[in-house]
């Protein structure tokens, strides 16, 4: 199994940033994912998921209208667009799938 993270980067506060997550090794389309994130010090906390047909998503409070997580079943990918970026984002971002976690991607929002 293979969770392959890309799209963090520093951006400044208020602009958006689109993570993508590349699955492989597992039948993608059984398995609901899940973005977590970690910020320094702090424990890594459940962002937002997905269901296995995408019908399904949630979001921890601080992200709701502000993050999207979608996914592409076709090309084994799953996404979370995030607008409105503040300080507080800056963690690491980390893909999670039928029990593997990606290598994570910084996200860092600074002027």
């Known amino acids: 199994v293979q969770l392959v993270e890309s799209g963090g980067g520093l951006v400044q506060p208020g602009g958006p940033l689109r993570l993508s997550c590349a699955a492989s090794?597992?039948?993608?389309?059984?398995?609901?994912m899940r973005w977590y994130r970690q910020a320094p010090g702090k424990e890594r906390e459940l962002v937002a998921s997905?269901?296995?047909?995408?019908?399904?998503?949630n979001y921890t409070d601080s992200v709701k209208g502000r993050f999207t997580i979608s996914r592409d079943n076709a090309k084994n990918t799953v996404h979370l667009q995030m607008n409105s970026l503040k300080p507080e984002d800056t963690a690491v971002y980390y893909c999670y799938g039928p029990g593997y976690w990606g290598q994570g991607t910084q996200v860092t929002v600074s002027s």
């Open positions: 997905i269901g296995s047909a995408g019908d399904s998503t």
């Open positions: 090794g597992f039948t993608f389309t059984n398995f609901g």
